[in-house]
C-alpha cells in the first residue's frame, strides 16, 4: 500500500473547539490538608482540543484544512462588536502553528471552553473542566460562515462534543448536500437522527449500544447497525470497538478490521485522529475500506501516546508497511520514540548519530552512509541553533536547524531527523534508545553522550572517523580568507 499525497485533501472542520491546557510535575508528598497527592508544577502546555485536535491531526498528514467553531467573546466597550477571549488567542496561534487555518466565531458573554489536566509521572490525577454550553447560541454566524468556506472542501467533519456548537447540525449537513461535499461525523448524544443524511458517522462502541442496545452477537450487531444506517440515511457507519477493532458497515459485505494496537497509554483523542484520517483519506481519492485501514492504524499509533495527539505520515506508513508519498522524515522526540519502538518490534535495526551539520560537506555525507550500514534505518539528531552557537560561538549555525534537517532528511542515506536543544543529546538517546550508537571523531565509548544508556539496553556503540581535512570550520575560513 502507498499512502495517498494528503495534500491534494481539502478539509473543513466545523465543531465544539476546545483549549486543553497539561501541569505537570513531580509528586513527593501528601498534602497535610486534605489525603491528596501534592503536585510541584515545573511544566504548562496548551493543546487544542476538541474539534481543533480533529484538525490539526488533518493538518499533521499534509492535508489542507480549515477549522470553524464557537469561542468565547465579550463586547469592545460602547460597542457592539465582539472580540475574541485569551483561551482563543491562545487556540488560534496553536492552530496556525499547525498549518490550520481557523475561524473562530466570538459569543459575547460566553467563555472559550478549557479543559484543565494535572499530570504526573505520565498519569492524570485531576481534571477541571471550565465550560458552558453552546446550545442555545444563535447558530446563523457559524452557518454563514461555513457557507463561506464549504465550496473549497472536498469533505467536511463534523465534530460534536456535546457542547451546543453543533446544536443545528442538519443546517451543515443541507449545506454539504448542496455543494456536493461528503460529511464525516464523530457523533455524540443519546439520539443520532439530527445527523441523518450524512455520508458516514465514526461512533465508539459504548455511543452506539447507548442507542442500539446490547448485541448478543456479530450477527446481531451487524443487523442494528444496518438498521441504524437505513434510519439515518447514511452512506455508511464506522463503529469503533476499542480492543476489538473496527466495522465498516455499508452497501458492501461488512469489513472487519482488528485492533493494532500493542500498549495502550491514553485513549484521550483517539476518536479525533480516527475521523481525521477517514476524512483526509476520503479527501485524497481514497476508496472509503481502504480509508478505515488508515483510520484503524493511526489510532492505534495514537493511544501510545500521552495526551491529544496526531499521527505523521512516517508513522502511519512505517505502521501499515506501506510507502509514504514524499515524506522527509523529519520527527519530534515523542514521534521518534514510537517510530522506534514500532521498528525495532519488526526486527529492524535502528542506527543513531548526532551533530550540528552546519554546512553539510563530504565527510558528512560519507560518515552518514557507513553508519546506514550498521543497520537498518538511521537516526540523526541535529543540535537546535542556541546549542549550536554554546557550542561553535557567535556566528554560528551559518543555516538554521530548519535547514540543516531538510538537507540531512533528503539524504538517501538519512530516514529520520531530530532536533536537541541541550548540548549533548544524552536524554533524547537515553529515551529513543537506538540498536546501535554511532559518533564521528576522536571519542572513547564511556565519552560518548548516551552511550551508557544504550550499552545498558543491550545496544551497541561505535566511534567512526571522519574525512581527513574537511569540516565546517576549514570551509567557513576558506570563504573568508577568499573573500
Known sequence: MTLPDFSNARILVVGDVMLDRYFSGATQRISPEAPVPVVKVNNSEDRPGGAANVAINAAALGAQVQLIGLCGGQYKSDTDLIQADEASHILTTALHAHDVVSHLVPVAQMETITKLRVMSRNQQLLRLDFEESFASVDKQPLIEMVNMHIAKADVVV?????????????????????????????????????????????????????????????????????????????????????????????????????????????????GDTVVAV??????????????????????????????????????????????????????????????????????????????????LHAGHVSYLQAAAQLGDRLIVAVNDDDSVTRLKGPGRPVNNVARRMAVLAGLGAVDFVVPFGEDTPQSLIAEVLPDVLVKGGDYTIDEIAGGKEVLANGGEVKVMHFEEGVSTTAIIKQIVDTQ
Open 158 to 270: 463534523l465534530s460534536d462534543y456535546a457542547k451546543g456548537t453543533l446544536s443545528n447540525p442538519q443546517a451543515l449537513i443541507a449545506l454539504a448536500k448542496a455543494h456536493n461535499v461528503p460529511v464525516v461525523i464523530d457523533p455524540k448524544g443519546t439520539d443520532f437522527t439530527p445527523y441523518s443524511g450524512a455520508t458516514i458517522i465514526t461512533p465508539n462502541m459504548a455511543e452506539f449500544t447507548l442507542i442500539a442496545g446490547e448485541a448478543d452477537s456479530e450477527a446481531a450487531l451487524s443487523a442494528q447497525a444496518q438498521t441504524m444506517r437505513a434510519e439515518l440515511d447514511l452512506s455508511a457507519l464506522l463503529l469503533t470497538r476499542s480492543e476489538e477493532g473496527m466495522s465498516l458497515f455499508s452497501d458492501a459485505p461488512d469489513y472487519h478490521l482488528p485492533a493494532k494496537a500493542k500498549e495502550v497509554y491514553d485513549v484521550t483523542g483517539a
Open 278 to 359: 477517514l476524512a483526509s483519506a476520503l479527501g485524497a481519492n481514497v476508496a472509503l475500506p481502504e480509508a478505515c485501514v488508515m483510520a484503524n492504524h493511526a489510532a492505534s499509533i495514537v493511544v501510545g501516546k500521552l495526551g491529544t495527539s496526531s499521527v505523521t505520515t512516517t508513522e502511519l506508513a512505517l505502521s501499515l508497511h506501506a510507502k509514504a508519498h514524499d515524506d522527509v522524515g523529519v520527527m519530534n522526540a515523542e514521534q521518534l520514540t514510537y517510530t522506534v519502538r514500532l521498528l525495532q518490534s519488526q526486527g529492524q535495526k535502528v542506527v543513531m548519530t548526532n551533530g550540528c551539520f552546519d554546512i
